[in-house]
Protein backbone atom coordinates (compact mmCIF):
# COMPACT_ATOMS: atom_id res chain seq x y z
CA UNK A 1 0.00 0.00 0.00
CA UNK A 2 1.35 3.69 -0.69
CA UNK A 3 2.17 5.65 1.88
CA UNK A 4 -0.46 8.57 1.78
CA UNK A 5 2.67 10.94 0.68
CA UNK A 6 2.98 9.05 -2.15
CA UNK A 7 -0.54 9.19 -3.25
CA UNK A 8 -1.06 12.91 -2.78
CA UNK A 9 1.65 13.12 -5.19
CA UNK A 10 0.74 10.50 -7.87
CA UNK A 11 -2.60 12.47 -7.60
CA UNK A 12 -1.86 15.99 -7.80
CA UNK A 13 1.00 14.49 -10.56
CA UNK A 14 -1.27 12.88 -13.19
CA UNK A 15 -4.36 15.16 -11.97
CA UNK A 16 -6.22 12.12 -12.17
CA UNK A 17 -9.06 13.26 -8.89
CA UNK A 18 -10.41 15.95 -7.36
CA UNK A 19 -8.63 18.58 -6.40
CA UNK A 20 -5.14 18.95 -8.44
CA UNK A 21 -2.36 21.25 -8.92
CA UNK A 22 -3.90 22.85 -12.37
CA UNK A 23 -7.72 22.91 -12.52
CA UNK A 24 -7.80 24.93 -15.92
CA UNK A 25 -6.90 22.60 -19.04
CA UNK A 26 -3.30 23.85 -20.56
CA UNK A 27 -4.38 24.51 -24.55
CA UNK A 28 -2.30 21.66 -27.07
CA UNK A 29 -2.28 24.31 -29.99
CA UNK A 30 -5.68 24.00 -30.00
CA UNK A 31 -5.65 20.36 -30.59
CA UNK A 32 -8.43 18.30 -29.69
CA UNK A 33 -7.93 16.35 -26.10
CA UNK A 34 -6.73 12.73 -26.90
CA UNK A 35 -7.82 9.43 -25.37
CA UNK A 36 -6.02 6.02 -25.09
CA UNK A 37 -5.33 5.45 -28.28
CA UNK A 38 -1.86 7.62 -29.62
CA UNK A 39 -2.70 9.92 -32.61
CA UNK A 40 -0.62 12.14 -34.63
CA UNK A 41 0.05 15.61 -32.88
CA UNK A 42 -1.18 18.74 -34.62
CA UNK A 43 -0.54 17.21 -38.34
CA UNK A 44 -0.25 19.39 -40.68
CA UNK A 45 1.27 22.37 -37.93
CA UNK A 46 3.67 20.55 -35.85
CA UNK A 47 4.00 16.82 -37.55
CA UNK A 48 4.52 17.51 -41.55
CA UNK A 49 4.97 14.85 -43.88
CA UNK A 50 8.78 14.53 -44.39
CA UNK A 51 10.58 16.29 -41.47
CA UNK A 52 11.22 14.29 -38.35
CA UNK A 53 9.90 15.73 -35.36
CA UNK A 54 10.12 15.09 -32.30
CA UNK A 55 10.77 15.88 -28.58
CA UNK A 56 7.59 18.46 -27.62
CA UNK A 57 8.12 20.55 -24.76
CA UNK A 58 5.99 22.62 -23.30
CA UNK A 59 5.98 25.78 -20.81
CA UNK A 60 4.29 25.00 -17.57
CA UNK A 61 0.98 27.98 -18.87
CA UNK A 62 0.96 26.47 -21.82
CA UNK A 63 1.37 29.72 -23.80
CA UNK A 64 4.94 28.06 -25.50
CA UNK A 65 6.33 25.34 -27.61
CA UNK A 66 9.14 24.42 -28.49
CA UNK A 67 10.31 20.84 -30.31
CA UNK A 68 12.83 19.65 -32.28
CA UNK A 69 12.83 19.04 -36.55
CA UNK A 70 15.66 16.51 -37.78
CA UNK A 71 16.68 15.96 -41.17
CA UNK A 72 17.14 12.43 -42.98
CA UNK A 73 20.75 12.44 -41.63
CA UNK A 74 20.02 13.58 -38.48
CA UNK A 75 21.11 17.57 -38.03
CA UNK A 76 18.31 18.69 -35.60
CA UNK A 77 17.18 22.16 -35.22
CA UNK A 78 15.24 23.58 -31.99
CA UNK A 79 11.91 24.97 -33.61
CA UNK A 80 9.33 27.09 -31.62
CA UNK A 81 5.82 28.44 -31.63
CA UNK A 82 3.89 30.95 -29.09
CA UNK A 83 0.18 31.37 -28.08
CA UNK A 84 -0.70 35.37 -28.33
CA UNK A 85 -4.38 36.60 -28.50
CA UNK A 86 -5.66 33.08 -28.24
CA UNK A 87 -3.15 32.00 -31.68
CA UNK A 88 -0.79 29.98 -31.70
CA UNK A 89 2.19 31.52 -34.28
CA UNK A 90 3.58 29.29 -36.94
CA UNK A 91 6.69 27.31 -35.91
CA UNK A 92 9.59 28.71 -36.83
CA UNK A 93 13.51 28.38 -35.64
CA UNK A 94 14.13 29.19 -32.06
CA UNK A 95 16.70 31.93 -31.23
CA UNK A 96 19.59 30.50 -30.15
CA UNK A 97 18.77 27.35 -32.39
CA UNK A 98 20.26 29.29 -35.42
CA UNK A 99 23.88 28.01 -35.92
CA UNK A 100 25.02 24.27 -35.11
CA UNK A 101 22.93 20.97 -34.48
CA UNK A 102 20.54 21.80 -31.20
CA UNK A 103 17.67 19.41 -30.26
CA UNK A 104 15.89 18.01 -27.36
CA UNK A 105 14.35 21.16 -25.59
CA UNK A 106 13.29 20.72 -22.42
CA UNK A 107 11.55 23.71 -19.69
CA UNK A 108 12.49 23.88 -16.33
CA UNK A 109 9.34 23.16 -14.32
CA UNK A 110 8.78 26.82 -13.11
CA UNK A 111 9.39 27.81 -16.89
CA UNK A 112 12.34 30.65 -16.61
CA UNK A 113 14.84 28.11 -17.88
CA UNK A 114 15.13 25.71 -21.14
CA UNK A 115 17.57 22.98 -21.73
CA UNK A 116 18.99 21.57 -25.30
CA UNK A 117 21.73 19.56 -26.86
CA UNK A 118 24.02 21.07 -28.89
CA UNK A 119 27.27 20.50 -30.87
CA UNK A 120 28.13 24.08 -30.37
CA UNK A 121 32.05 24.38 -29.28
CA UNK A 122 33.31 22.88 -27.35
CA UNK A 123 31.28 19.83 -28.39
CA UNK A 124 32.10 18.48 -32.27
CA UNK A 125 30.37 17.46 -34.81
CA UNK A 126 28.14 15.00 -35.42
CA UNK A 127 27.22 13.39 -32.21
CA UNK A 128 29.41 14.75 -29.37
CA UNK A 129 26.78 16.98 -28.13
CA UNK A 130 26.57 19.13 -24.73
CA UNK A 131 24.02 20.18 -22.28
CA UNK A 132 23.05 23.99 -22.65
CA UNK A 133 20.57 25.92 -21.05
CA UNK A 134 19.35 29.48 -21.64
CA UNK A 135 17.26 31.54 -19.17
CA UNK A 136 14.46 33.68 -19.55
CA UNK A 137 14.63 37.48 -20.48
CA UNK A 138 10.71 38.82 -20.68
CA UNK A 139 9.62 37.71 -23.52
CA UNK A 140 13.40 36.43 -24.99
CA UNK A 141 15.74 33.96 -24.08
CA UNK A 142 19.90 34.55 -23.08
CA UNK A 143 22.51 33.26 -24.80
CA UNK A 144 23.08 29.54 -24.04
CA UNK A 145 25.16 28.49 -21.02
CA UNK A 146 27.39 25.57 -21.30
CA UNK A 147 25.96 23.11 -18.36
CA UNK A 148 30.11 22.85 -17.32
CA UNK A 149 31.92 19.66 -16.99
CA UNK A 150 29.59 18.21 -13.74
CA UNK A 151 26.77 17.35 -16.50
CA UNK A 152 29.48 17.21 -20.18
CA UNK A 153 31.97 15.04 -20.56
CA UNK A 154 34.12 14.39 -24.13
CA UNK A 155 31.31 12.10 -25.09
CA UNK A 156 28.11 13.35 -26.07
CA UNK A 157 25.55 14.22 -23.70
CA UNK A 158 21.82 14.19 -24.78
CA UNK A 159 18.07 14.90 -23.57
CA UNK A 160 18.07 16.68 -20.83
CA UNK A 161 15.16 16.33 -18.14
CA UNK A 162 14.77 18.54 -14.97
CA UNK A 163 12.92 18.28 -11.75
CA UNK A 164 11.54 20.78 -9.80
CA UNK A 165 14.50 20.98 -7.25
CA UNK A 166 16.78 21.52 -10.14
CA UNK A 167 18.08 17.77 -10.33
CA UNK A 168 19.50 17.25 -13.98
CA UNK A 169 18.83 13.22 -15.80
CA UNK A 170 20.54 13.47 -19.07
CA UNK A 171 22.04 10.60 -21.66
CA UNK A 172 25.91 10.16 -21.99
CA UNK A 173 27.67 7.88 -24.35
CA UNK A 174 30.46 8.43 -21.85
CA UNK A 175 30.89 4.56 -21.06
CA UNK A 176 29.48 3.60 -24.66
CA UNK A 177 31.74 0.67 -24.94
CA UNK A 178 31.06 -0.64 -21.66
CA UNK A 179 27.29 -0.76 -21.49
CA UNK A 180 26.19 1.02 -24.53
CA UNK A 181 24.49 4.91 -24.13
CA UNK A 182 23.06 5.06 -19.82
CA UNK A 183 21.17 7.81 -17.93
CA UNK A 184 23.05 9.70 -15.72
CA UNK A 185 21.81 12.19 -12.59
CA UNK A 186 23.34 15.51 -11.70
CA UNK A 187 22.09 17.41 -8.57
CA UNK A 188 21.97 21.19 -8.35
CA UNK A 189 23.76 22.43 -5.39
CA UNK A 190 24.38 26.52 -4.68
CA UNK A 191 23.69 27.11 -8.45
CA UNK A 192 26.59 24.71 -9.50
CA UNK A 193 25.71 21.10 -10.87
CA UNK A 194 27.56 18.10 -9.01
CA UNK A 195 29.45 15.56 -11.10
CA UNK A 196 27.33 13.06 -12.88
CA UNK A 197 26.34 9.28 -11.48
CA UNK A 198 25.11 6.64 -13.54
CA UNK A 199 21.80 5.10 -12.55
CA UNK A 200 21.66 1.44 -11.49
CA UNK A 201 20.05 -1.09 -12.96
CA UNK A 202 16.78 -0.95 -12.62
CA UNK A 203 16.73 1.59 -14.83
CA UNK A 204 20.41 1.23 -17.36
CA UNK A 205 21.40 -2.16 -19.22
CA UNK A 206 24.16 -3.44 -20.90
CA UNK A 207 22.31 -2.12 -23.96
CA UNK A 208 21.62 1.88 -24.91
CA UNK A 209 19.31 4.03 -22.95
CA UNK A 210 18.41 6.95 -24.01
CA UNK A 211 16.47 9.99 -23.37
CA UNK A 212 15.14 10.32 -20.23
CA UNK A 213 11.98 12.24 -19.00
CA UNK A 214 12.15 12.97 -15.30
CA UNK A 215 8.32 13.63 -13.55
CA UNK A 216 8.77 17.44 -11.49
CA UNK A 217 8.74 15.03 -8.25
CA UNK A 218 11.32 12.95 -9.32
CA UNK A 219 8.63 9.88 -8.47
CA UNK A 220 8.94 8.08 -12.22
CA UNK A 221 11.58 8.31 -15.41
CA UNK A 222 10.70 7.45 -18.75
CA UNK A 223 13.04 6.44 -21.68
CA UNK A 224 13.83 4.73 -24.79
CA UNK A 225 16.52 1.53 -24.86
CA UNK A 226 16.93 -1.36 -27.42
CA UNK A 227 17.41 -4.27 -24.87
CA UNK A 228 15.69 -7.28 -25.45
CA UNK A 229 12.29 -8.24 -24.93
CA UNK A 230 10.94 -5.45 -26.89
CA UNK A 231 9.01 -4.76 -29.74
CA UNK A 232 10.86 -3.23 -31.99
CA UNK A 233 13.95 -1.02 -32.93
CA UNK A 234 13.11 1.09 -29.46
CA UNK A 235 11.10 0.98 -27.66
CA UNK A 236 9.85 3.51 -24.64
CA UNK A 237 10.16 2.46 -20.84
CA UNK A 238 8.97 3.36 -17.55
CA UNK A 239 10.78 3.14 -14.23
CA UNK A 240 9.15 4.42 -10.50
CA UNK A 241 10.90 5.90 -7.29
CA UNK A 242 10.21 4.25 -4.13
CA UNK A 243 10.08 6.07 -1.11
CA UNK A 244 13.41 5.07 0.20
CA UNK A 245 14.90 6.25 -3.31
CA UNK A 246 15.41 3.03 -4.96
CA UNK A 247 13.93 2.94 -8.33
CA UNK A 248 11.44 -0.27 -9.74
CA UNK A 249 12.96 -2.27 -12.16
CA UNK A 250 12.14 -0.60 -15.61
CA UNK A 251 9.33 -1.85 -17.48
CA UNK A 252 8.15 -2.10 -20.90
CA UNK A 253 5.23 0.81 -21.85
CA UNK A 254 3.86 -2.64 -24.19
CA UNK A 255 2.09 -2.27 -27.48
CA UNK A 256 -0.09 0.58 -27.10
CA UNK A 257 2.88 2.98 -27.75
CA UNK A 258 5.35 0.35 -29.02
CA UNK A 259 6.16 -1.21 -32.26
CA UNK A 260 8.16 -2.69 -34.58
CA UNK A 261 9.27 0.62 -35.34
CA UNK A 262 11.59 3.16 -33.75
CA UNK A 263 9.28 4.60 -30.70
CA UNK A 264 11.07 7.42 -29.39
CA UNK A 265 11.54 9.85 -26.63
CA UNK A 266 8.43 10.41 -24.46
CA UNK A 267 7.59 12.96 -21.90
CA UNK A 268 4.39 14.02 -19.94
CA UNK A 269 2.92 17.07 -20.24
CA UNK A 270 3.44 20.06 -18.08
CA UNK A 271 -0.03 19.20 -16.64
CA UNK A 272 0.36 15.34 -16.31
CA UNK A 273 -2.62 14.46 -18.34
CA UNK A 274 -0.96 13.29 -21.78
CA UNK A 275 2.07 11.30 -23.04
CA UNK A 276 3.89 12.43 -26.08
CA UNK A 277 6.69 10.59 -28.18
CA UNK A 278 7.88 10.36 -31.08
CA UNK A 279 7.38 7.43 -33.67
CA UNK A 280 10.08 6.99 -36.87
CA UNK A 281 8.02 5.18 -39.16
CA UNK A 282 10.68 5.31 -42.36
CA UNK A 283 14.02 6.76 -43.47
CA UNK A 284 12.14 10.27 -43.84
CA UNK A 285 9.33 9.80 -41.62
CA UNK A 286 9.03 10.75 -37.77
CA UNK A 287 6.21 12.52 -36.09
CA UNK A 288 5.24 13.13 -32.72
CA UNK A 289 2.20 11.15 -30.76
CA UNK A 290 0.38 12.36 -28.01
CA UNK A 291 -2.40 10.22 -25.87
CA UNK A 292 -3.98 10.19 -22.45
CA UNK A 293 -1.56 9.58 -19.59
CA UNK A 294 -3.80 7.79 -17.05
CA UNK A 295 -2.79 4.25 -17.57
CA UNK A 296 1.03 5.58 -16.09
CA UNK A 297 -1.15 5.56 -12.43
CA UNK A 298 -2.04 1.86 -12.77
CA UNK A 299 1.33 1.02 -13.43
CA UNK A 300 3.27 2.98 -10.64
CA UNK A 301 0.46 1.48 -8.47
CA UNK A 302 1.41 -1.89 -9.70
CA UNK A 303 5.03 -1.75 -9.78
CA UNK A 304 5.04 -0.13 -6.31
Known sequence: MLRSVQIRTLVGYFLLAGCTSQDVALDYMG????????????PGIVSLEGPLERVPAFSPDGNEMFFAVT??????TVFHSVK???????????????VYNNTEPFFSPDGQRLYFASNRPPGTP???DDIWMVERRGDA?????HLGAGVNSASGEFHPSVTADGTLYFASTRDAERTGADIYRS????????????????????????????????????????RPGGFGDLDVYVSFRRADGSWTMAQNLGPGINTEAHDDAADLSPDGRYLFFARRTGDEE???????????????????
Do not use: C
Not at 31 to 42: K, R, T, Y
Not at 71 to 76: E, G, I, V, Y
Not at 85 to 92: A, E, K, L, R
Not at 194 to 209: C, F, I, T
Open 286 to 304: MDIYWMDARFIRELATEAR
Open 71 to 76: TADWAP
Open 84 to 98: SNGHWSTPDTASFSK
Open 187 to 226: RRRNGAYQPAERLGPSVNSDYHDWDPYASPAEDLILFKSD
Open 31 to 42: QAPQEDVPLIFA
Open 141 to 145: WSEPQ
Open 126 to 128: PWN
